[in-house]
């Protein structure tokens, strides 16, 4: 009963409550509107906003030395977990069956292996970050770990099921995952959508000013 | 609730806007805008990390705005903002932040934090924690016109004194004139030079010019005190003397933050165009060059360097215009390790400069600009804002050092043809 549910109805909830909180989100950033900028421009709004949104991906060179181990393990997070989520095998055959219809070539195994070590090595060091420096720990909120517990869950359920040979482990990871879809829209892992709309407003207004920023 | 805080809160809460709530929904609380931050890496101290001196600003907009924070309101598990937190972040805000907005260039998320500051500032002062040389500047501004209590009677001293310097004649309260140049009371008390070296530049390149002995000052507190009402006021008192002069353009003088509030921010300030248009002065000196009537004699050949100052370089785009202009006349221009839209502010910015109690964290803050200078063999600093002149020459004393700072205007004043 708990694998049809996990595997029907849970699914379902944590799809609707995912996309619908997205929206729901988006609507409680865009409805306060922004005030129009009545000063003569000096540079583009739009211009500004598309630097920005692409600037910010590499860090400035002034404070690079000093970010290294951010920048570094920021990347081994993203790009593992975004390699590990487009590219595994039982992804795409799980999108294929139950959600495009459609499926693409899958990593090899060894490749799984590489991403997810790179993946848990980035999150785990960002982690370390978070709890031993002195400013994370100031500014960081329960939030924050959450996201980081439920997202290291996932990969660890994930990892465990890759070769679905057990039942009991690949709903382990469909449960994390949707634990995880219904928990995104409401805490601080909408930046991965956010970041977009924070870099344009930021863009646009350094663009009119004529700064590249 | 006090009344104070209830003040404070209501205008935090009509402080969020999309770009707030934005900022806050995707912080990631990486950190990362700490080592950007002077007043956190001469410190040490994780307190004034730039994000968390958003915290009475994130604390409403989590508590009112999310679902967690509604949540846990309704359940009385959070703590909703006390007159302790506001005092708290009096120091935060004023003392340990000159709003640089260098936080803001390394955020990888995008946020302008600078800004965000800019409105905690709003409700510190809707329920009264402001320093009192603040609240002082921003009271004599209001009545005398002048931050430092400077009046019509100072400025005609200082214009009779230019007047005798330069051997010319200063135009005051011209009608019909094409510019109008506001000063900030420093450059009226302090820095007077400034002013002889526009009339002698003016008068070489043909420019139509004047002063105005209705309102002189360029500066504006209400922006630094973070209270839009007598932002607004200050900046209207511009518009108006200019409206009144008939002029077609409004030159801001060798001040930062004054320059980015009238070219900037005055418009939305005063919810409407201006009706002409601001140049900051080496703006202006940069086009005077290229259009042949700004000419130079004789080179400057010892070793100099500029300091940009934060609200001209950064947060207004005025970059270039400097080193064009310092090329013109140096021969050894040295760049600091880190300047134009990365410089190090000198610590003075956004009213700490007016705040005696920060003078202590400001001259901690000041190692980063000696590191900087330490690296160069420049005995010469020149800058462009008459706030940062006059941080640069106190921390430079207070450290024992030996360089001289001088205004860009000045400086190429000095090789006039």
């Known amino acids: 009963m708990f694998v049809q549910w996990v595997n029907g109805i849970f699914w379902d909830i944590a799809v609707v409550v995912f996309v619908i909180g997205i929206i729901w989100r988006l609507i409680a950033v865009f409805r306060h509107g922004t005030r129009k900028d009545l000063a003569e421009p000096r540079g583009s709004a739009v211009s500004g906003a598309v630097y920005t949104g692409f600037s910010r991906f590499l860090p400035r060179p002034e404070i690079r030395s000093k970010i290294s181990l951010h920048v570094i393990a920021g990347y081994m997070f993203h790009l593992g977990l975004f390699v590990l989520l487009l590219f595994a095998a039982p992804h795409i055959k799980f999108a294929e069956e139950h959600v495009l219809g459609f499926g693409w070539a899958a990593m090899p195994h060894w490749a799984f292996v590489v991403s997810a070590q790179i993946a848990f090595a980035g999150l785990i060091l960002l982690w370390l970050q978070r709890i031993l420096n002195p400013v994370t720990r100031l500014i960081s909120r329960a939030d924050d770990y959450v996201g980081t517990y439920l997202l290291f869950l996932v990969m660890l359920t994930g990892c465990m099921a890759m070769f679905e040979s057990y039942t009991g482990l690949r709903i382990a990871h469909l449960l994390t995952v949707e634990l995880f879809m219904v928990y995104f829209p409401f805490s601080s892992l909408m930046h991965a959508i956010l970041f977009i709309p924070s870099r344009g407003y930021t863009g646009s207004l350094f663009g009119l000013r004529g700064v590249k920023a | 609730m006090s009344a104070a805080l209830e003040r404070g809160v209501e205008k935090l809460k009509g402080e969020i806007d999309a770009r707030v709530v934005s900022y806050f929904s995707s912080c990631v609380h990486c950190g990362i805008c700490a080592e950007a931050c002077l007043f956190y890496t001469e410190t040490g101290d994780e307190r004034y990390t730039p994000i968390y001196k958003t915290e009475p600003l994130r604390k409403v907009w989590q508590q009112n705005h999310t679902f ?19 005092a708290d972040w009096e120091e935060l805000a004023y003392d340990g932040c000159s709003v640089c907005s260098r936080c803001t260039m390394v955020c990888p998320i995008g946020i302008d934090i600078a800004y965000m500051i800019r409105k905690v500032k709003e409700g510190l002062a809707a329920a009264g924690y402001v320093p009192d040389g603040l609240q002082l500047a921003g009271e004599r501004a209001l009545k005398l016109g002048s931050p430092m209590g ?61 002063l105005s002995s209705d309102y002189f000052e360029a500066t504006n507190t209400g922006v630094q005190i973070g209270d839009s009402k007598i932002a607004a006021e200050l900046s209207g008192r511009i518009v108006k003397v200019a409206e009144k002069l008939k002029v077609k353009y409004v030159i801001s003088p060798e001040c930062g933050h004054a320059y980015t509030t009238i070219r900037w921010d005055a418009p939305n300030f005063l919810k409407r165009k201006l009706p002409f248009k601001v140049v900051h002065i080496m703006e202006l000196l940069e086009q005077l060059h290229k259009e042949g009537k700004l000419k130079t004699k004789g080179k400057f050949n010892e070793a100099v360097t500029y300091h940009d100052p934060c609200n001209i370089s950064r947060r207004a785009g005025v970059i270039n215009q400097p080193r064009s202009l310092m090329n013109m006349v140096a021969t050894n221009f040295e760049e600091m390790h880190d300047h134009g839209d990365m410089n190090w502010c000198c610590g003075g910015g956004g009213g700490v400069s007016s705040n005696d109690r920060a003078i202590p964290l400001r001259y901690k803050a000041f190692d980063v600009k000696k590191r900087q200078l330490d690296e160069l063999s420049a005995n010469t600093i020149v800058t462009a804002c008459s706030n940062c002149r006059m941080i640069l020459e106190d921390g430079l004393e207070h450290n024992g050092m030996q360089q001289e700072v001088i205004g860009i205007t000045e400086f190429i004043a000095h090789y006039l043809e």
Do not use: H
């Not at chain 2, 967690?68 to 302790?84: E, I, R, V």
């Open chain 2, 68 to 86: 967690w924070g509604k949540l846990a309101s309704n359940l009385g598990l959070s703590k909703p903002l006390t007159d302790s937190d506001l």
């Open chain 2, 150 to 210: 400077l009046t019509e009677k100072s400025l005609r001293a200082a214009i009779a004194e230019q007047e005798k310097e330069t051997g010319m004649s200063i135009p005051v309260d011209v009608v019909g004139a094409d510019y109008l140049c506001m000063l900030s009371s420093n450059e009226v008390v302090t820095y007077a030079e400034f002013i002889g070296s526009i009339t002698r530049i003016f008068a070489k390149a043909g420019i139509s010019w004047t």
